[in-house]
């Protein structure tokens, strides 16, 4: 039995939570989001908690007791707080900017890049060089993000490119001259 799907999942005040008809739906003040719920995984909501039930033992089921706890857990947290994700654009007069709903980043390329915001997401440029992606799914976060840093990854030599806030990025030596070789 999965250790993190037998974990009750607390629910804030504010937030409702349905499971019928093996779809799990959570509002929130933030929003609402929908999940199927597949295998043979039982959703039950007590008052303030919901539980995460599996109704065999099987590996398949096992694996989807954990899988659903966490995804439940984060829908939940989603409607109540939302998530965040952060990343700095690092290269000589490479910026972004908002021009109503797409963000335009000019990152060393020959042309501009449009980004369009996806429905759910809301991109902010608080300075030209810092991009935050918000909303409540944190799938789509994390996925908008990643296409975001795709633009322009950090190359290794001068760490130039799009990272997520506080990423290390592994600097590697340059060419050398052949002075002093024999």
Request: charged letters at 25%.
């Given at each position: 039995?999965?250790?993190?799907?037998?974990?009750?999942?607390?629910?804030?005040?504010?937030?409702?939570?349905e499971?019928?008809?093996?779809?799990?739906?959570?509002?929130?003040?933030?929003?609402?989001?929908t999940?199927?719920?597949?295998?043979?995984?039982?959703?039950?909501?007590?008052?303030?908690?919901?539980?995460?039930?599996?109704?065999?033992?099987?590996?398949?089921?096992?694996?989807f007791?954990?899988?659903?706890?966490?995804?439940i857990?984060?829908?939940?947290?989603?409607?109540?707080?939302g998530?965040?994700?952060?990343l700095?654009?690092?290269?000589?007069?490479?910026?972004?900017?908002?021009?109503?709903?797409?963000?335009?980043?000019?990152?060393?390329?020959s042309?501009?890049?449009?980004?369009?915001?996806?429905?759910?997401?809301?991109?902010?440029?608080?300075?030209?060089?810092?991009i935050?992606?918000?909303g409540?799914?944190?799938?789509?976060v994390?996925?908008?993000a990643?296409?975001?840093?795709?633009?322009?990854?950090?190359?290794?030599?001068?760490?130039?490119?799009i990272?997520?806030?506080?990423?290390h990025?592994?600097?590697?030596?340059g060419?050398?001259?052949g002075?002093?070789?024999?």
């Amino acid at each position: 039995m999965s250790r993190i799907g037998k974990k009750v999942i607390a629910v804030p005040a504010g937030v409702g939570v349905e499971f019928k008809d093996k779809i799990v739906t959570v509002k929130g003040p933030k929003g609402t989001l929908t999940r199927e719920v597949k295998g043979n995984i039982d959703v039950k909501v007590e008052g303030a908690e919901i539980h995460i039930v599996a109704c065999d033992e099987e590996k398949q089921t096992n694996a989807f007791h954990g899988l659903y706890r966490a995804l439940i857990a984060d829908m939940v947290k989603g409607v109540s707080e939302g998530f965040t994700k952060a990343l700095e654009i690092k290269g000589v007069g490479w910026k972004g900017q908002m021009q109503g709903t797409k963000l335009v980043l000019n990152v060393g390329f020959s042309h501009p890049i449009e980004f369009s915001q996806p429905e759910g997401i809301k991109l902010e440029c608080p300075t030209p060089t810092d991009i935050t992606v918000s909303g409540i799914d944190k799938v789509l976060v994390g996925q908008v993000a990643a296409d975001l840093r795709a633009v322009r990854i950090p190359e290794p030599y001068h760490g130039y490119g799009i990272r997520y806030k506080g990423e290390h990025v592994e600097h590697k030596e340059g060419k050398t001259s052949g002075k002093g070789k024999k």
